[in-house]
């Protein structure tokens, strides 16, 4: 196995190459035009250092990585290995933690950075797609190896979801593939459905694929239950395959479609029924005027709205406004494998639909972080910060904060509103006061304001590590107790005009998570700023609750109890 991979984002320009030799693993890493730093680690077999590599790769493609054209493919030089670690070896001595500065990405601020493939972007019919033919010679043999390298499968934890998104570390086709080619992938996911246990989760393949493998979507009949949500986008992925096509064969194709006075949906017994994709071919095809599109969904009855239209049919509109307007109009809902069509084809325009969806009340905590995952492996934006800072406090509040810590440079960027740019203090508090020093001359507006006040809270002196009175009540400790929240991210609490340490909040945080009011706590209380510990006692709460809400760790809220007041109170008023 061999990568070479880069990242160019703003003032940032890096490279990140390995390779897999039996059982080592060598990676080559730095700034662009630089030597790099090249290590190597030894695994206890081959298999384990090819997933190891996987595992690595896959993270740094998930953090915008790329694959490198005309990157050198002359293999790496191993240095020394590191041999796996003996149960009984004494603890490494920890490497210095180099801190690399933060950049503010020079994206434009609505810019939603999707990296999507060619074909997805025809869901959006303003935006015209070409696609090349892949000139690729077929060899089953490497699409194995491929298929084995690329494709993610489902963890057993999401089988409750009965069907997941594919995901894979990069896109199977940016090109159209050949007969053979798509034939190959047609059959080889059939296989893994076929060879899947009952309790496994089922892939659900994208529409732009599905549209992919079948070569186009050229006739609008639907046969059996075929749901809409899948049909209309399909339809509209084969754009820039149906617009390859000879002239003649266009023709044909267009001949063959109902009329556009049959309509979409029709009434059968106790139900309304999809029945054909006529309209979605004829847009793919160049065919659809805006007059045409308009009245063939003018022509869908009301009471299919309410049962089974979804908002997708709003792609044939032809601006992102109008797409948005008719379905929150019409009230549809928009399926999980539906919100990238749906984000391709209206921008930021569309986030509060989005949102919508994620936050539903009939959506459940696991089903709403998988939607929201579902967008946040394509958008890296800053177009699309508000929409994760407003998911902050939903059921997908994991999701979008390791979304946000992982896009600080774009978050800096975003036009937000100063109680957006408040809602990102969490995520900037996570950097050094060097970074943010550095970057708050590239800020401007609410989020400015925000650095500076970061800025302007480092400036109160730290409680003195041996003060007496903390001393003789931080006794009787437990241990530190499980987080799944970085205690970084929570505000300083000013207790006698001094800031509590790193290490002080995890001492406090071990007296939190007691069954009583421990003393510790009943000395921060007493001493401690009204309006600091307030602050603090409702960031550990939204914290809790942005991390999933945790049930082990529901000593979260009663700990925060402790030390709350009345902002603390108005929090917890509406649950």
């Known amino acids: 196995m061999q990568r070479r ?112 493939t060619p074909f997805e972007l025809a869901y959006d019919l303003s935006r015209e797609v070409v696609v090349e033919v892949d000139e690729e010679s077929f060899d089953p043999r490497n699409e194995a190896e491929r298929a084995a390298r690329v494709v993610i499968p489902p963890e057993k934890k999401d089988a409750y979801l009965g069907e997941v998104p594919l995901v894979t570390i990069e896109p199977l086709f940016t090109t159209l593939p050949s007969a053979e080619r798509r034939e190959w992938w047609r059959n080889h996911f059939e296989e893994r459905k076929a060879a899947a246990k009952r309790s496994d989760p089922h892939i659900e393949l994208p529409h732009w694929l599905n549209a992919v493998l079948k070569g186009g979507i050229r006739d609008a009949a639907v046969t059996g239950w075929v749901r809409a949500h899948d049909a209309l986008p399909e339809a509209l992925a084969s754009r820039p395959i149906l617009m390859a096509l000879p002239e003649e064969e266009r023709q044909r194709i267009l001949a063959s479609l109902p009329p556009l006075s049959e309509p979409m949906y029709t009434y059968s017994p106790c139900v309304w029924d999809f029945t054909h994709t006529g309209p979605f071919i004829r847009a793919a095809l160049g065919a659809l005027s805006e007059e045409e599109a ?173 003060t007496t009175w903390w001393v003789e009540a931080a006794t009787s400790l437990p241990k530190p107790p499980a987080v799944s929240f970085d205690l970084a991210m929570l505000p300083p609490l000013i207790v006698d005009g001094h800031r509590l340490t790193p290490e002080h909040i995890t001492q406090l945080f071990q007296a939190l998570s007691t069954d009583t009011d421990h003393p510790l706590v009943a000395a921060v209380r007493d001493r401690a700023d009204v309006v600091s510990r307030d602050g603090f006692a409702v960031a550990v709460f939204r914290a809790w609750l942005a991390s999933g809400a945790v049930a082990k760790q529901s000593w979260c809220l009663t700990g925060a109890g402790w030390l709350g007041d009345s902002r603390f109170v108005a929090e917890l008023a509406p649950l």
């Open 5 to 116: 991979l880069s990242l160019t984002e703003g003032n940032s320009d890096k490279f990140w190459y390995i390779d897999v030799a039996d059982d080592l693993v060598t990676v080559r890493y730095g700034r662009r035009g630089s030597a790099g730093t090249t290590k190597t680690k030894q695994y206890d077999t081959a298999e384990k250092a090819l997933a190891e590599a996987e595992k690595q790769v896959a993270s740094k493609v998930k953090k915008g990585y790329t694959d490198e054209e005309g990157a050198s493919t002359q293999a790496l030089t191993p240095v020394a290995p590191t041999e796996p670690t003996p149960k009984t070896a004494p603890a490494p001595v920890a490497e210095p933690v180099v801190v690399e500065p933060v950049v503010v990405s020079d994206a434009a601020a609505d810019d939603l950075g999707l990296r999507v």
């Open 294 to 466: 308009w009245r063939v969904l003018d022509d869908i009855p009301q009471e299919a709205f309410e049962e089974r239209v979804t908002a997708l049919v709003a792609l044939l509109l032809p601006t992102p406004e109008a797409r948005v307007e008719f379905a929150t109009r019409h009230r549809l809902r928009l399926g999980m494998v539906d919100a990238v069509p749906w984000l391709i084809a209206t921008g930021h325009h569309g986030l509060d639909l989005l949102k919508r969806e994620i936050a539903s009340e009939d959506r459940s905590p696991n089903g709403a972080m998988a939607y929201a995952r579902n967008i946040a492996t394509v958008a890296h934006g800053p177009g699309v910060v508000p929409l994760f800072l407003d998911l902050l406090a939903t059921k997908a509040g994991p999701v979008a904060t390791e979304w946000l810590n992982s896009h600080i440079s774009q978050a800096l960027k975003a036009r937000l509103t100063l109680s957006q740019a408040e809602q990102l203090k969490p995520t900037l508090r996570t950097l050094t006061i060097d970074q943010l020093r550095d970057l708050l001359p590239d800020t401007t507006g609410p989020i400015r304001a925000v650095v500076e006040e970061l800025l302007a809270e480092a400036t109160t002196p730290n409680l003195p590590t041996d």
